[in-house]
Each structure stands twice: as C-alpha cells, then as structure tokens.
C-alpha cells in the first residue's frame, strides 16, 4: 500500500498551510513563568531524545540548549509535537486510503469483468483484422445496431469531490489490468473545445504522437498495430453530469459507428440519478449506448467503515470529544456531505490538537510496542513547567487529589489506552446489532463519546428524558428484541470476535450462543413434531432475544465509558470545537463586515479608540462608509450617503485645521476644500467597489441610479 | 419533391445531359446515360422492370442480404454498374440500410474497385474530411504533393483532390468518392462547407470519378440553392413490419420460437417506432425475458406454450412500450438489475423495487443543500408575486391559509398567473430570491427538525447560522449536478439569474427526506 501514502487525498493534502505550530497556550505561559530547568532534565533528554527522535534533531536539541536553556526545551517539545503530528495523521491517512481502496476495489473489479466482458461480446461479433480495421468504410455484419458498451457509475453522492480520487484509482486499476485508457473531464466535453477538441484529447492520452488532423483513421492505425490490437479501450468520463450533451453525443456518435473494429468503452460517473444521461443526450445517442450501472458505495457507508477505521478502532493516539464528534457529524450530514471535507475536518484538528495541547505529542507512545516505557522516559524528562501543566489537567484534578510521580501518570495513560479498547469493543458490538436496524455508526459513536451517557443513566430517568441522549444506542438494542434467531447467532458469533481480550463478556456470550444453538436445535424438532408449539418458541426466542439485549446493555452500562470521563484524555483528546467551527465555516461576508465595522480590532491605531465607537475621519475609508451604511435600509440613498461621507471627513478636516491654527484665514482653507472635493469624490468611489467587491452591496441598477442596494446585514 | 423545383433542374440537367441525349441502354458507355427530369418515375418504372444485364441469379447473394430493399439494390446496381455521368444520392430515414446497400452494391459490382468512403459523422471538421480522402487516395498508389500540406480551404481541397484523381484515372480506373452522413455537414459552419462538396462533380468534370452521397436528409435540403447538377435519387422508404420481420428472423438459430415472439412483441412496438435499430434494441432483452420460463432455448413452442410464454412477457411488454416512447434505455437496466438478484418471481419484485426506487432518494446530498435544492424549485414554481402570501415572517405555513380565502376575482388573477407559469415551464429567479426563500424555509423547519429528529442540543444552536454559511458553495454544487441552470453574468455584479431543472417527483423525494411539507408551499390551481 505505498501507492495510496504517496498520492493522498487531494484536498486533503492542501490544507497544509493550516498547519502553523503554534507556541502551545500553557507553554508559552510557562516560558513566561521561566522556570530555568534543571541540568539534570536538560540531560535526561538528550539520552532519550535518539531512541525516540531522529539523531539528526537530537543533536541540534543539544546544540541550542547550550546556548539557552528555556528555550531550548520548548523547541524541543514542539518538535517532538510536530514529529507526533506527523507519525500520528500518515498513520490516520494510511488507515484513510486503505478503508476508501478496500471499499471502491469492490467496483473496480466489478467495471473490470465487466470491461472483459463487453470485450468479448464485441469480438464475438467480429474479429477485423488489421487491414480491415484501417478501412475508412464501415464492416459489413449482421449487427443491426452498433452500441458501445457504457457503464454507468452511480457515485451516490451530489458533491463530486470524493469521486476525483475514485476515479484516479479506477483508471489505474483498469490500466494495470491491460486495459487502454483515456480520461476526457468535464472541460474537454464543452462546448468551447467541441468534439474534435475532445477526440484530440482522446488521442493524446493513447497514442505517442498525434497527427495534426486528429481523426479516427489516426485511432485505427494505432489500434490496429499488433501490441494495441487486443485490448479494449475504456474511457472513464466522471462527472457526467456537468459534459456538454450535445459533445458527448456527437463524440458517442461518432464512436460507435466504429465500435466493433475499435472496441471504446465509456465509463461515466453519474453524481446523482439515471436520468441524468437521459436528461443529457438525445435518444438518438442513448440508444447506441449500451448500459450497465454500477454503484458506488454511498457515502454513509464509507463514513461508517472510515469512523469504525480511526475514530472506533483504538490504537491511533488521538481521538475527539463528543462536542468534535457531533460538530462533525453536523457538518457532514447537514453541509458538506463529502468525505473529504470530514477528512480534511479531522487533519485540522489533529493539526490544531498537536499544536495546541502541549502533552500531546505523548500520544506517540500509544504507536509504540512498549509504551509504559516510552512515557516513562518521556515523563522522566519533563520540565518542571508541563509537569505542573500535566498534574494541573483538569480531568486529574477531578479525579483524583493529587498525581505527582510519574508512574502515577504513565498508569493513567495506560488505563486510558485500556478502557479505550474495550470501549470500541463494545461499541463495535452496539454497532453491529444496530446495523440490522439501520443506525449508522457515527451516530451511535456520537452517543458513545458523550460524557454525559455515564451520568445520565444511573439515576434512571424517564424514558422520554433519557432517549434524548442515547437515542441510537436504544435503538440498537431495540433491534435486538425483534431480531430472528439466525441473525442472532450470527450476531453473537460477530460480538465474540470484536470482544476478543474481554474474557468475563465473552464467556457470558459463549453462553448466550450455546443456548442459541440449543434452542435452535429445540425449535425444529418441535416444529417436526408439534403446529402448537409455535407459541412457547416464540417465547424461548424472545427471552433469548432479551437475555443478548440485556447482556448488551450490562456491557454498554460497564464499558462505554466516554474518554472524556478518564483522567489524562486531554493528552489525546481534540476538545477545541469553536477552533474547527471558525476554519470550517468561515462565513467570510460576514467577517469582513464585522471587521469593517471594527477596524480598530484589528488596526490597534491609537486615534480611533481615543474615539471610542464614533466614526472618525482618521478611518479607513472602506469602513467609514461600513459604518454609515449601517443606519439605512436595505437600499441606500448615494447623495445622503456621500454627504455624510464627506462631511465626516470634512469634519476632522477642519478640526485638525482648526487645532493648530487658531486663526484660520478663508483663503488658505478654500483651495484645500476645493481639491479635497474631487479627492472625496474619488475616495468615494473607490470605497464602493471595495464595499461592491467584497460583497457587501450591490451596484445602482438602471431603473434606480441613485441608490445601491444592500447585500450584507446585521452586525 | 416539391412542384416549384422541377423546372429549374429540368433545364439544368437537360444543359448538362444534351451532348448525350440519346435512348437509354444499360450496356452502352457511361456517358450516353441520359437522366430525364423526373427522375423518382423513370426508377419506379425500372423497378417495376428490372433491366435485362442484372441477372436474378447473379444478385440473390446480393438481395439475400438485403432483405426488404430489393427495389433499391436492382436501383442501386442499374445506376452504379456503368461509372454514372451523375453523382448519386441515396436517402431515407436512419436505420434504413442505405450504407449497406451501397457498400454490398459497390462489392458485388467491381470487387477490386477505387472506394473513397468518408462518413463524415467520424470527422469532426472540413479539414479531418480533406485529410481522410486524400489520405485515402494517395496512400495505396502515389504520394500527391497534398500529401505534404493539407488544404484548408475547400477551394485547395478541390485542387488537390483534382491532382489526385486525374493520376489515378489516367490509369483507367474508376474511382467512388462516398460521402456517407452527408446530414452532419450542416452543422458544420451554417452550412458553407457544403457547397464545394455537392458541386464537387462540376468542379472536378472528371467522368470517372463517381460522387454517392448518403444522406438521412431528404435530397431538398442540399440542391434547392446550390445551382449545380442534381444527382440521381435512390430513396430508402422505412420498412414495413413484414420487412421488418424479416430482417430480424433472420439467421436466428431458433426461428420458430422467435418468430412467435414476434408475432406478440413487434406489432406493438411498431406503433411507436420503425427504426429497425432501435426495435432490436428493445426487441433483445424483452425476448430474454420471453425465453426465462423454457429450460431448453432450441424447443419449438406449441399453442399452449405460446400462451404462456405470451401472458409472461405482457407486463413486460407494456413497459417497454412506454420506455421505447421515451429512451429505450431502461430494459436493458432493469435486465442488468435483475441479473444482479436473479431468481423466478422476479418480474414482482422487480416492479416492486422500482417503486421502491421512487420513493427515496437514492444519492447522498447534505441537508441544507437540500433545502436549497426545494428552495430553487419553489422559486422556480412559483410565481414570485405569492413568495409574500407562502413565506412570511411567521414563516407562512399558518398564515398560508388565510391568504387562500381571498376574494374571488383576486384569486383568479392568481390562478391566471400560475397557469401562466406552467405554461412557460421553469422561471428564472435572482440569487436573492432565492435566499429568501431559503432562509424562509429552513426557519420553519427548524422547529420541524427538532420535533422529528431531536438533535443534540448542541447542533440546533449552531444551526441556524451554519446552515447559511456556506449556501454559495451548496449552490454551485447544485449548478454543478445540473439541478440548477445558470445564466452567465458578471459574476461582480451577482445579479445572474438561475433556473431549477428538476421536476416535481424529484423535489418531492428530496422534501419527503428532510420531512419537509413541500406541497404546502406548492402553489396549484
């Protein structure tokens, strides 16, 4: 799997920029603080630091900590923060493209037999050989209708981001099956480039170099040269939708006359339904279409093996908060719906957690085989500064009064790491009987990560109160009761894997299955033998029905604890939900409004907070208009506007004017107005199209030129 | 052929035929071929007689492979067998075999012939079409200086197409120049490509080079401006059912089960269309399904077994019917569905599924693109004149009522309004009222989701902020998808207009998976 590491999502590569190591909040406050730490740590690290660091940077760590210590430490700490970064998110990304490939290889396989297939029927029909390949008329055969086999790839999801990669893959995969391949893109099917445009590209993708005249006599040599003539060639179209019908269909035209010497077969990704092809081509064209539709599997589906790969699935070293969890959720169900943005949503709070939690690059202990002792010597090292820090954790002072050794601290990550584990057992479990009712998984993980599920649950509350907070995992057992003995025991048979490491559950589910089996047995000698007992095995199958379900909802009372709820999980725990907010949903218009409005926020001039809310002259023109435009409607008259720019300036004009000549003589002032009213005027102007670009209004229209009109509103 | 026509090309071909005047005999050199005005009489009548030279024996193989099309091929043969004077035009309907019959024609005339064939539907401009004859011409025998440089301008076409001709006659060989899809040229360039190719036969005045056209277009749309010798005319009528069974019986490997399954699928399918090529389309997997209940594919059915098989394939039937009428694309989906869960009874189920199918969304979209999808055809349903009555601030789903009992005159004026809507498909909308709309909307549904779904506490906070954010990005994923048109305008200016393109049971599957009460804001009559 090197392939899929190499070339990454695409989008989610690019966030990289985000990336910008911050001094850690509590570190850098513990600079302030400047506890100058001691040798003997200073030397404890640099023992430490090349079994876990690469020598290269160890050696530089020692370098600089001759030099100062504080500092030192702290590039230290953030170095190792970064490298944690790293080891952690390609071991996430690994995981990512591994779970995708696994699920999109289903299809690919699928377009792969189909591709042969076609293939074969098309040769069935004729073999031409070469020379009459290259003939310019068409074969003579008893074909009545000539069709090019198309595979129509139902992607499932409107938003096509997620599909770019699939289709990358699926190219690759077909061409690595001997297949020849194209890829015409949206661009080249419009109308600008036209259908010779488009075949050109065509050519170019399969032939070494193309004539000037790209015409299909040219494809025909090429294909019927010796080492082309007997593979099929595909071409992948994946985003249908947004083609040009009228080029696709020429081009579909066009091929198929000639689809029996050269077998092209189309691939096309459809984002949304069936009738998008029919919507696109005429009937003309559909018709010398052959199709076939393929799916792709839906984009919950992947969601829920991606969520069971790095959220469920222990190990990793960095998890997120139920507020994370269910921002997320929100966010991919309600806004973005891809896959890559929830990717790409996870990179920047695995980035922000890294550079924010000055612990955190101790989650790299959680990759290693012996952890206990890779924090040990971690902890060993510490500073006196991210000690305190770490005993200061507000889920250690909660828990417990008071952790000062180390060894109290590697036991509490290391119970963490325990209590995660069987916590993803049993949520797997949940999971697992909530597929027969249709829960999905990041839902049920939702509920599972909220610390409130422990304290809620105890007292017992009312139905009504409690579903709210566990509304799927309720569900899930729900579904338990009403399941048929078959799927039971293959249930059970699944828990017993997942539950592997949990020795009292899985005895208890042992049993459970052993008296699955038994009642198994039971009922179809009773059916043999008896109409009547239908009732009592019905019976005996909803109280082993009930028994599971309640073998479950021991376990889940016991074992899904949130992390939230362990001391220590800040260390692995992404919690800053606003941070994700703000770099997910930037709402731009309306910051740059607000910061229009507010311009000494960011400024920090000295003349305008002497000023205070006013609007004064000494701003920026841009946010003095902001300003004015605020006390209109949603159209805005431009001369009232303009007068009270110009007066706003004017204003502070004469004052300034007025301050340091006490005397101001009309002559003098004159001319300088005057010149100033043109410059006003400019000033102006200029103003608008910046308020018109930044898309806060909108420029007069015929019917009215004398007022704008509002875009942007509220503060 | 139209009356006004007649006269002119009479004249014309009289000019261009008179040195040779003379009576009309099949064996006498190319040149002395007269060809009379009424051109469509004299091939009637020499279809009814067929010349004396064009032995039943010799063209069997011929006519055996052209079933239905015996007129056209003795036509065919009689007008091709000495090189003609005139260039010859053969059109008809598309799926009519005139490809075919030409090329079979030309095969059994000379074996060993010049055949130029250019279809001009595989090239995609003038210039692949120069480069492709000349090409053809030039690379069996002698390479033309053309060969170097290609032409352009139909005018150095002409030129070098001449050079290459005349090398080639000068050995005595007759050469066909055919243009198949002549149809195709008319979309090239409003049609000024066309004239040099019609004309080329005056523009060349070589007698043995032979100009065939092919055309699905009726011969009026190319001679009725170009002032040049009209060709002879060979017309391919569509195919009567008769032929029609015939050309699909044959060379079936079990003719008479087919041939009872086309005695209960074709004249059925025939009303709606006579497109040989597509009624095997339909024709194939609907015969597969005719075949499921027999074990063995080469039994010959009797009557009750016809019955049975019939009363199988009838709802079948009854969807291709209407498929056919739209896209005859959805058969052979359905076949590959089934294919997939395979089994007897699937015929059930499969109806059943489709129903299924209609009922739920089957892609992935986010909610709040969702409501923008509803929004965009809210506004594009209705006229913009109610937004005010079906979205207030109270969010509209009460007062919506009230509003309805207005007085009569000004409900009709309404009404008039919506049926004029109706009647001009899909309005066009601006961004903002679009906005609005939305915004509308996902106020009132708010209350909605919280009842129905009960999210987290969490989210309902940041919902209604959220779900506005990013509207523009939504949007342009639905412009994307084709769900909505845009109309191109300065993107600074924002005052582009959009169109929803999706139709009613669409918008309903996606309102029925956010729970939201599309009907209600529908406005109908």
């Known amino acids: ?715 | 052929m139209s009356q006004s026509v007649t006269p002119r090309r009479t004249t014309r071909s009289s000019a261009s035929a008179s040195p040779s005047a003379a009576p009309a005999t099949p064996s006498s050199p190319p040149k002395s071929r007269p060809k009379p005005s009424p051109r469509r009489q004299l091939l009637a009548a020499a279809a009814a007689a067929p010349p004396k030279e064009d032995g039943s024996s010799v063209d069997a193989a011929l006519l055996d492979a052209l079933p239905g099309r015996r007129a056209q091929a003795m036509d065919l043969l009689r007008l091709l067998a000495p090189a003609p004077v005139l260039p010859l035009m053969l059109h008809g309907g598309a799926a009519t075999g005139k490809t075919r019959a030409l090329l079979l024609a030309l095969r059994h005339l000379r074996p060993s012939q010049r055949l130029v064939y250019a279809a001009l539907r595989s090239l995609p401009s003038p210039r692949a079409l120069f480069a492709s004859i000349l090409s053809q011409l030039s690379a069996t025998s002698f390479s033309t200086s053309s060969r170097q440089r290609l032409p352009d301008k139909p005018s150095d076409f002409v030129a070098a197409l001449r050079d290459a001709l005349t090398g080639i006659i000068s050995q005595g060989e007759v050469v066909y120049l055919v243009f198949d899809n002549l149809e195709v040229v008319r979309s090239w360039d409003k049609g000024g490509q066309l004239l040099p190719l019609l004309r080329l036969h005056d523009l060349l005045q070589l007698s043995q080079v032979v100009l065939v056209y092919v055309s699905s277009g009726t011969p009026d749309a190319y001679y009725s401006m170009t002032g040049s010798v009209e060709p002879n005319y060979v017309y391919f009528p569509d195919y009567t059912v008769d032929e029609v069974r015939d050309i699909l019986m044959h060379g079936h490997p079990n003719p008479k089960l087919y041939s009872s399954f086309l005695s209960v699928a074709l004249k059925p399918l025939f009303r709606v269309t006579r497109r040989v090529d597509e009624l095997s389309a339909v024709l194939e997997p609907l015969f597969r399904r005719y075949c499921e209940p027999l074990g063995d594919l080469k039994a010959v059915p009797d009557e009750g077994m016809k019955r049975r098989l019939f009363e199988h394939v009838q709802p079948h039937l009854a969807v291709a019917l209407n498929e056919t009428f739209s896209v005859p694309m959805r058969a052979s989906m359905d076949e590959v569905k089934d294919v997939g869960s395979a089994g007897k009874g699937s015929v059930k189920r499969q109806f059943a599924g489709r129903d299924g199918i209609s009922s739920e969304l089957e892609f992935h979209m986010s909610v709040s693109a969702k409501y923008l999808l509803l929004s965009a055809f809210l506004a594009s349903r209705n006229p913009a004149t109610l937004d005010a009555a079906l979205f207030d601030s109270t969010g509209g789903s009460d007062n919506h009522k009230r509003k309805r009992k207005s007085s009569q005159a000004s409900r009709d004026m309404k009404d008039t309004i919506v049926e004029e809507m109706l009647m001009k498909g899909p309005g066009t909308f601006p961004l903002e009222r679009l906005l609005a709309i939305f915004q509308c909307i996902t106020s009132v549904s708010e209350d909605i989701l919280d009842e129905v779904e009960c999210p987290d506490n969490m989210a309902s906070e940041s919902e209604t902020t959220g779900l506005m954010s990013d509207v523009l990005l939504q949007l342009s994923t639905l412009c994307n998808s084709n769900f909505l048109s845009k109309s191109r305008s300065c993107p600074l200016e924002g005052s582009a207009r959009y169109r929803s393109n999706i139709d009613e049971d669409l918008a309903l599957k996606v309102a029925r998976s956010v729970h939201f009460p599309l009907s209600k804001y529908m406005y109908r009559r």
Request: aromatic letters at 6%; one cysteine or more; proline letters at 5%.
């Open chain 1, 1 to 715: 799997m090197a392939a899929p590491s190499e070339a990454p999502l695409t989008a989610a590569t690019n966030i990289e920029p985000f990336y910008v190591l911050h001094k850690g909040t509590a570190s850098s406050s513990s600079s302030a603080s400047s506890l100058p730490s001691s040798g003997r740590a200073r030397r404890r690290i640099d023992i430490s630091g090349p079994a876990s660091l690469n020598p290269k940077s160890g050696k530089r760590s020692r370098n600089e900590a001759a030099d100062d210590d504080g500092d030192g430490d702290e590039e230290l700490y953030d170095r190792l923060r970064l490298e944690a970064f790293h080891r952690i998110w390609s071991k996430i990304q690994s995981t990512i493209n591994e779970v995708l490939r696994g699920i999109s290889l289903k299809l690919f396989d699928q377009v792969l037999q189909w591709v042969q297939e076609s293939f074969s029927a098309v040769r069935s029909i004729a073999r031409p050989c070469t020379d009459e390949v290259r003939q310019p008329y068409p074969l003579l055969t008893d074909v009545i209708c000539r069709k090019i086999p198309t595979a129509f790839v139902l992607t499932k999801n409107a938003e096509f981001v997620d599909d770019i990669t699939t289709f990358r893959d699926l190219a690759e995969h077909l061409e690595s099956n001997g297949c020849h391949l194209a890829k015409l893109s949206a661009t080249e099917l419009s109308e600008k480039h036209g259908v010779g445009g488009c075949f050109r590209s065509l050519l170019r993708q399969l032939l070494s170099e193309v004539p000037d005249v790209a015409d299909i006599f040219a494809l025909a040599s090429w294909y019927s040269s010796a080492e082309n003539y007997d593979q099929p060639i595909v071409v992948i179209i994946d985003d249908l939708e947004q083609c040009s019908g009228d080029v696709l269909g020429e081009l579909v035209m066009m091929l198929s006359e000639w689809v029996i010497k050269i077998p092209i077969f189309f691939v096309m990704g459809i984002a949304t339904t069936l009738d998008a092809p029919r919507k696109l081509l005429s009937s003309e064209t559909l018709q010398r279409l052959e199709p076939c539709k393929l799916t792709l599997g839906s984009p919950s589906d992947r969601m829920n093996a991606l969520v069971e790969a790095i959220l469920v699935k222990p190990c990793d070293g960095f998890c997120i908060s139920h507020e994370v969890a269910v921002f997320l959720r929100n966010y991919f169900f309600k806004h973005d719906g891809t896959i890559t943005s929830f990717i790409s949503a996870l990179k920047l709070a695995c980035s922000k957690h890294f550079s924010v939690e000055p612990l955190s690059f101790l989650c790299m202990g959680m990759l290693e085989e012996d952890c206990e002792n890779f924090w040990r010597d971690k902890f060993d090292a510490l500073p006196q500064s991210l000690w305190k820090y770490a005993s200061g954790l507000p889920s250690c002072t909660r828990e417990k009064d008071s952790i000062k050794s180390g060894d109290n601290m590697v036991e509490g990550l290391s119970e963490l790491m325990k209590i995660q584990k069987d916590w993803s057992s049993v949520l797997l479990c949940l999971y697992e009987a909530g597929k027969h009712g249709k829960v999905q998984l990041l839902d049920i993980f939702c509920e599972a990560v909220n610390p409130d599920l422990h304290t809620q649950k105890t007292p017992n509350l009312p139905n009504g109160k409690s579903g709210t907070s566990r509304r799927f995992i309720d569900q899930a057992m729900d579904t338990i009761r009403y399941l048929p003995v078959e799927t039971l025991f293959h249930l059970l048979e699944v828990w017993s894997i997942h539950l592997k490491g949990m020795d009292k559950i899985s005895d208890k589910v042992k049993e459970l299955q052993s008296t699955t089996i038994s009642t198994d047995s039971v009922r179809i000698t009773k059916d043999k033998w008896t109409r009547r007992s239908i009732n009592s095995t019905g019976n005996s199958t909803v109280a082993l029905n009930d028994k599971v379900a309640m073998l479950l909802d021991d376990v889940t009372r016991k074992f899904l604890v949130s992390v939230e709820c362990l001391p220590f999980h800040e260390i692995i725990c992404f919690k800053n939900v606003s941070i994700l907010q703000s770099a997910l949903i930037g709402n731009p218009r309306r910051m740059v409004q607000l910061d229009l409005l507010k311009p000494h926020k960011h400024l920090k001039c000295s003349c305008c907070r002497k000023n205070g809310i006013a609007v004064s002259a000494s701003m920026h023109d841009t946010s003095i208009m902001c300003n004015l435009a605020q006390e209109y409607g949603d159209v805005i008259n431009l001369h009232d506007w303009y007068l009270s720019f110009d007066g706003i300036i004017n204003s502070t004009h004469s004052k300034v004017k007025r301050k340091p000549h006490t005397s101001p003589s009309k002559k003098k002032s004159k001319p300088i107005a005057a010149e100033s009213e043109a410059m006003i005027q400019a000033r102006f102007c200029r103003a608008v199209t910046e308020l018109q670009i930044t898309g806060l209004l909108r420029m007069p229209s015929k019917r009215r030129p004398d007022l704008v009109q509002r875009i942007a509103f509220g503060p």
